[in-house]
């Protein structure tokens, strides 16, 4: 059975400036893409929204993701413009006492750390309260069996994780993965299906850019997958709550 993963987000009409059209996606996509394939970015250009190389040769978006060669199985990651800026190094997660009430829920915390820390990236996590804390991040909790969370701003994560309760009956890996996705959001991961999020969920349907951005990780492939990804819109009962190699890939690249 598949849960919805849920992430908060600003209308597009308040981050009017952020807002893209599907074409600017699609291209962004595209040329990501081709950046990939090994086209130099200076041989890369956009005229009247359509993209060319060697200046005069149009390419489709499904014909750079064939460029790529991608096997089965692969994911996609996505990013959103803002991420955590290079001030922030230490990010502490401060869950409340009502969180800490759940054995569960405080256990799959502690494992969705460890999930960052063990892949030694230029931020670390560290449950709070402590001391030489960068940046701060509230765990608590909420009704039902998801989660939500939110995106960067102003170079620093998003403050705020809110987990359910109904979780707790659930298995710790199930909720190390839920919070590690959340957490995911907080430092500006989209999710990886988010163009279709009938790929982990029922019914389909596109997130857009959601005045954020939705900007392809290079080193990523195109195709998402159930189960592919750990940032998927949706989870299963059988989640592990590890990262997958893309996840992995995705998480250097940015961090």
Request: net charge negative; charged share 15%; with cysteine.
């Amino acid at each position: 059975m598949l849960k919805r993963a849920a992430v908060l987000v600003v209308s597009c009409g308040a981050w009017l400036a952020g807002c893209g059209t599907a074409p600017e996606l699609e291209n962004d996509e595209l040329i990501s893409n081709l950046v990939e394939a090994g086209f130099p970015a200076d041989d890369i250009m956009v005229v009247d929204g359509v993209v060319y190389v060697g200046r005069d040769a149009h390419v489709t978006l499904q014909a750079s993701r064939e460029l790529l060669q991608r096997g089965e199985g692969s994911t996609e990651q996505y990013r959103t413009t803002n991420l955590v800026g290079t001030a922030v190094t230490k990010i502490c997660v401060n869950p409340t006492s009502g969180f800490n009430g759940y054995a569960r829920l405080s256990q799959g915390l502690d494992l969705a750390i460890a999930n960052y820390n063990a892949l030694g990236l230029r931020i670390t996590f560290a449950r709070g309260p402590t001391t030489g804390c960068t940046a701060n991040i509230t765990a608590q909790t909420m009704s039902g069996t998801g989660g939500s969370s939110g995106y960067p701003s102003g170079g620093r994560p998003y403050g705020t994780i809110n987990i359910g309760t109904g979780l707790n009956t659930s298995s710790v890996d199930l909720n190390e993965h839920v919070i590690t996705h959340e957490l995911g959001h907080a430092i500006g991961f989209r999710h990886s299906d988010f163009y279709n999020q009938g790929i982990s969920c029922s019914p389909p349907g596109s997130e857009g850019s959601a005045g954020v951005g939705a900007i392809l990780i290079p080193g990523t492939p195109a195709t998402a997958t159930v189960g592919g990804s750990l940032m998927n819109s949706c989870f299963r009962s059988t989640d592990t709550g590890e990262f997958t190699s893309s996840d992995i890939t995705a998480l250097n690249y940015l961090y």
